[in-house]
């Protein structure tokens, strides 16, 4: 009977792991410059939109214990490493596809900025304006010609389906520690 009960929860599990690794995760990314920097993220599991689980948020400060940085340990030779330095090369391949795997699906940006120079601030207003205009998100980018500065809010909702990154970091994690050849 106990047995029975033990395999029917390690099923459930197993079940719930599946349904995690295959339903979309939902994340919620906010950031506000003004009048202080906030930023916060959310994530909804199993594709839901509604309440998610709070990741981190800049307004709760860490306990005193864990901003200690930790002492750092000394170098070791890495020669395994050395000897596949070439797969690092297939670092940029791989973030690739895992970029593409993540779907944005809505994107709110509202800000303000200036460079100080206002021919250098009406350039980069130029060289944004394809992007401002033609995203196809709510992007309210204002130039600020009298001084420099950079202030703004930015809400984002992406979708990702965790399942489709582990091919990609498998791979490369066989290429960098896998069989010598």
């Known amino acids: 009977m106990a047995l029975q009960i033990f395999l029917w929860l390690i099923g459930l599990i197993l079940l719930l792991l599946v349904l995690a690794l295959v339903l979309p995760l939902r994340l919620h990314l906010s950031f506000r410059s003004d009048p202080q920097t906030r930023y916060h993220v959310t994530v909804c599991p199993f594709g839901m939109r509604l309440t ?15 901003q200690k940085t930790p002492k750092r340990k000394p170098r070791t030779k890495r020669s395994r490493l050395k ?6 090369l297939t670092l940029p391949a791989t973030l690739g596809r895992m970029i593409r795997a993540v779907h944005i699906e809505d994107l709110r940006i509202d800000g303000e900025f200036g460079l100080g120079d206002p021919a250098d601030t009406g350039q980069l207003y130029g060289q944004l304006t394809p992007l ?5 998100a709510q992007v309210n980018l204002r ?12 809400d984002m909702q992406l979708r990702v389906i965790p399942i489709v990154f582990l091919w990609p970091i498998a791979g490369f994690l066989w290429r960098m520690f896998g069989p010598f050849e």
């Open 52 to 66: 998610g689980i709070r990741v981190h948020d800049s307004r709760r400060r860490a306990p005193e214990e864990a």
């Open 143 to 154: 130039p600020n010609f009298d001084m420099a500065c950079l202030r703004g809010a930015a």
């Open 132 to 136: 401002i205009y033609g995203s196809g």
């Open 83 to 88: 000897a596949r330095a070439d797969t690092i």
